[in-house]
């Protein structure tokens, strides 16, 4: 159950969540929609559009295609955490409220991620759509466990590391894709990884909220979400006939070998989360509050040590998504 001073806090956060609202998210009728970006099926000119779209990715490496295909799937699962986030302690969905309206809004504005790329994929001719469909169905039907139980506090440091990954993992999608002559794709990419950029704010802003009200205990469930490891939605990916997270780790070494995600970018964002959150300079701690927070304080450069032994295979694992 909540305590009364975390239920308090809540409260007292949930004021400030409509102006956050306002700031991070676009309003419906001024905000782009997949069908803006794609190629308009009544149009002449749809045909053409399609085979440029299958001509620049016949060019595409193998890895980078994998990558894209796990992101669009991780994507497409995200709306599905509007229930767990309508679930945490201090929320109450039956109610029409700053973290209800916030929560909803967020979740109907990713929605429209795993959208664009999905439809992307399906006109570039290289993916094995099936197999890409039963990927996202498993994700959905498998559930998961991030490690946060009903804690906002957790939850709010999980989505705030999320957010960030996913803004670094898009922008470098972006990148690419640009560099290959895909300026469309390079555009769909762009645009996804500057609204995760706007929803991290907004979850760092949450925190932040916190540890001005709760600090001792907001820096407890900080080094605790560390101490478990921050796990991407991702991490459950699995193709057919396989069994939960099976397919992860593959996944992983697609993404390292072309550098859109990498361990160095984990320790970048805790670093940055750090900087961000001034935890360093926080004072009134508990005894466990300051022992939590050297963990933290310290761990970027644990982590960099560790991540600079790392041996990423050289071979590439063959995903049943990708059509040969």
Known sequence: MLNNIRLEVMQTVEKAVSAIQEKYLTPIEKTWQPSDILPDSRSESFFEEVEEIQALAKDFDYDFLAVLIGDTITEEALPSYESWLMDLEGMNQR?????TNWIRAWTAEENRHGDLLNKYLYLCGRVNMREMEISTQYLLADGFDIGTDRDPYRNFVYTSFQELATNISHRRVASIAKKKGDKRLAKMCGIIAAEEAK???????FVRFILEIDPSEMMLAFAD?????IVMPAHFLRESGDNIGDLFSHFSH???RIRVYTSEDYVQI?????????????NGLTDQANRARDYVMALPYRLTRIASRIQIPEKTYEYKWIAT
């Open 95 to 99: 109610e029409k409220n700053g973290w």
């Open 199 to 205: 929803h991290a704010k907004a979850y760092m802003d």
């Open 225 to 229: 979400m560390m101490k478990k490891k």
């Open 254 to 256: 697609s993404a390292q």
């Open 270 to 282: 805790l670093s940055d989360l750090l900087e961000d959150w001034k935890i360093g300079t926080i």
